[in-house]
Every structure is written in C-alpha cells, then in structure tokens.
C-alpha cells in the first residue's frame, strides 16, 4: 500500500522489475541486505560472517522523462559464527524493508519503513523505524549520499536517531584476465544517538566482476571497519578489523 499510493495514476506501471536500478545498493553500508561470505580476525579469534538477503523490485514507474520510481522489498539474516574446534555461531540478526525509490537525473532517493533485530541473546535487541537516503551521481565514477533514520520502536536502547554518509568511486571497465571489471572504492560513515552518535567507518576496496549471460555480477572485497559492532546484539561493543569479503549480486 506504502508504494501504490506513492505512484501517480497516470503513469505506466512495470511490476516485478529488476531492484536497485534508480538507488543502487550502497557498496560499503555493513548493513546493505546481500549475499555474501565474509572473514576476519576479532578479538584474537577467526570468525566468518554469512549474509543471506537481497532485494526484489515489485513495481516501477516512469513520470515524464526523467523522474522514475521505484518501490522494492527487502531482506536478510546476518549471522557471525566463530572459526575453528571451538566454532559456534556468536550472533544472528534478521533484517526487512519496503523502501521506494525515485531518480531525476543525477539525484536518486531512498526511503521506507525498515525492521532489525537479534533473534536470540541478551541484550534483546530490536528496532522499527523510517529511513531516508539522497545520492547525487554527477559522474558514472562518483558517487556521494547522505540521510538520516528515525525509529519509532527501539530496544533495549531508546535513543532513535542516526545519521549517514558516504562517497563511492568507481573505475572504468578494463580486461583483467580475459573479463571486463571494474574496480571501485567506497567509504560509509554512520552515526547513532544510542551511541552517543560516535561514528561507524566502513571502508571498502574491491573488484566486480559481471557474470556471463546474466544480469548478475560477484564482488571480490578487502575491507576496514571500525566502531560499534554491526550486530544489535552486540550494538555498544567497539570493534575494529580487517576482512575478506565475496558478495554476489542477483
């Protein structure tokens, strides 16, 4: 209902159209539903992380010539399992959104209900609220965003505002062994008030790779991150390390 009501009634009405094609994902966001294998060393142990999620478009629409929407749903479970004789899964989170989509020109935006939350431990964790996002893209190499999210539930922590930004820059394609790539380069930053809005950096470096015959493509990434971890479990830890990423994109 979200989406129908946001489309205007005259326009053409494409349904389950390919996802992210107005506001696409964001390469270095921690939290961007994917799928994805992950390794890394923590707190002196070897852990792995396994994202299951993506996006599937449910309606698009173009008004006029240049001003097109897009709604999509989301979703994903995150879990950390630790490495080795002594491996066991650590945490798990499940995420879902609705967000809408809409692009004039350069300038793309983002926004919709989303919900997060820890499927077991203490502290219970939990949270629903409204994100909105606003990129410009004034090159095909560069990309910059910024927005802000407001939780109208949340705990165990009832502060409710976050803040984002970000940059991405991306290569031209070139051959590297007998395959058209790209490279790229991307930082997140995100701020929450249950944080006393102490900065989350992500930083990302990585090469993609489109698949033949297909509209999909996988991401080889190194990685930095460092703040307060990226699972609500765990949401007042600091973390920081350094990880191995392989992510495909459907």
Not at 82 to 92: F, M, Q, V
């Amino acid at each position: 209902m979200f989406i129908l009501f946001a489309v205007p009634a005259a326009a053409k009405i494409e349904l389950f159209p390919k996802s992210g094609e107005i506001f696409a994902p964001l390469l270095a966001d921690p939290r961007q539903p994917r799928l994805s294998a992950s390794y890394y060393r923590l707190h002196s142990a070897d852990q792995s992380d396994l994202a299951v999620g993506g996006a599937r478009g449910l309606l698009r629409t173009r008004v006029g010539r240049d001003l097109s929407w897009l709604g999509q749903w989301e979703a994903e479970a995150m879990a950390r399992a630790r490495i080795g004789r002594n491996g066991r899964t650590e945490a798990a989170d499940l995420s879902a959104a609705l967000p809408l989509s809409l692009r004039r020109g350069d300038v793309s935006f983002k926004t919709g209900p989303f919900y997060r939350g820890a499927d077991s431990g203490r502290p219970r964790f939990s949270e629903t609220g409204l994100r909105a996002l606003a990129a410009l893209e004034p090159w095909t190499a560069f990309r910059a965003y910024g927005g802000t999210s407001f939780l109208f539930h949340t705990a165990p922590s009832h502060k409710r505002w976050g803040l984002q930004a970000g940059v991405e820059f991306t290569s031209p394609e070139f051959r590297l062994f007998s395959r058209d790539v790209r490279a790229y380069l991307a930082e997140d930053l995100q701020f929450h008030e249950r944080v006393g809005f102490n900065p989350d950096s992500r930083l990302a470096a990585g090469l993609r790779l489109p698949l033949q015959n297909s509209a999909r493509a996988l991401r080889i990434q190194a990685g930095w991150f460092d703040g307060h971890s990226t699972y609500g479990r765990f949401f007042a830890d600091k973390e920081h390390y350094v990880d191995l990423s392989i992510l495909l994109e459907l």
